[in-house]
Antibody, heavy 118, light 107 residues
C-alpha cells in the first residue's frame, strides 16, 4: 500500500521560500495526480492545486498561482511544493494527497507545518 | 469557482444520536461530492465519494445522499470515535473546493 511521507516542519522568515517534499513509499504515484492542500491554524482545508506527474501537467488555485510551483521527480516518486515570498498568513500545515482520476483524495501525507515568523 | 457551504458549523450530539450535516453547492455539481473526516492533529480521511459511495472500511453508520446542489452526510448512531471535523469537497470543476467544515462533538 502506498504511503505518502512528507518532509519535516520548517520555520521561515517573511519574504523567504519553502520547499516541501512528498515521497510515495511502497509504490509509485506516476499513475495519479498529487494534490496539495493547506490548513491554516484552526481553519479549514484549502486546495492549492495539483500535479499530474505522468504528463507533467499542473493546475494551480488562483489564490496561490503567482507564488507556488509544483514539481515531481517520477524516478524517485517524490513531489515537491515550493511557496515563495512567504508571509505570516502562510503559516499552516501543508498536506499532499493522492488525487485519483475522480479527484478524490484517498491517501494523505502526514502534513508539514510551515511557520513564518520574523 | 464552486463554493460549498456546510451547516451547521458545530454539532454536539449524545452517543448513539443521529448527526446530519448538509453541504450546499453554489451551482449544480451532479453527484461529484465527497466527504472527509479529520480528527485533531491528523490528516483528513476519505469517507464517502460520489455522494453516497462509502469507502471500504468505513463503518456503515456513515451514509451520504443528495444531488445537484444539496448534499447530506448522516451518522446514524454516533460513537465516541466519530468526534471530528467533517468536510465536503467537490470535483465537478477546477478549482477543486472544500466546504468550511462541521465540527462534531460528543455530548
Amino acid at each position: 500500500q502506498v504511503q505518502l511521507v512528507q518532509s519535516g516542519s520548517e520555520v521561515k522568515k517573511p519574504g523567504s521560500s519553502v520547499k516541501v517534499s512528498c515521497e510515495a513509499s511502497g509504490g509509485t504515484f506516476s499513475r495519479y495526480s498529487i494534490t496539495w492542500v493547506r490548513q491554516a491554524p484552526g481553519q479549514g482545508l484549502a486546495w492549492m492545486g495539483r500535479i499530474i506527474p505522468m504528463f507533467d501537467v499542473v493546475n494551480y488555485a488562483q489564490k496561490f498561482r503567482d507564488r507556488v510551483t509544483f514539481t515531481a521527480d517520477t524516478p524517485t516518486n517524490i513531489a515537491y511544493m515550493e511557496l515563495r515570498n512567504l508571509t505570516s498568513e502562510d503559516t499552516a500545515v501543508y498536506f499532499c494527497a493522492r488525487d485519483r482520476s475522480d479527484d478524490t483524495f484517498d491517501i494523505w501525507g502526514q502534513g508539514t507545518l510551515v511557520t513564518v515568523s520574523s | 469557482e464552486i463554493v460549498l457551504t456546510q451547516s451547521p458549523d458545530f454539532q454536539s450530539v449524545t452517543p448513539k444520536g443521529k448527526v446530519t450535516i448538509t453541504c450546499r453547492a453554489s451551482q449544480s455539481i451532479g453527484r461529484s461530492l465527497h466527504w472527509y473526516q479529520q480528527k485533531p492533529h491528523q490528516s483528513p480521511k476519505l469517507l464517502i465519494k460520489d455522494t453516497s459511495q462509502t469507502i471500504s472500511g468505513v463503518p456503515s453508520r456513515f451514509t451520504g445522499s443528495g444531488s445537484g446542489t444539496d448534499f447530506t452526510l448522516t451518522i446514524s448512531s454516533l460513537e465516541s470515535d466519530d468526534a471530528a471535523t467533517y468536510y465536503c469537497q467537490q470535483s465537478r470543476s477546477l478549482p477543486l473546493t472544500f466546504g468550511g467544515g462541521t465540527k462534531v462533538e460528543i455530548k
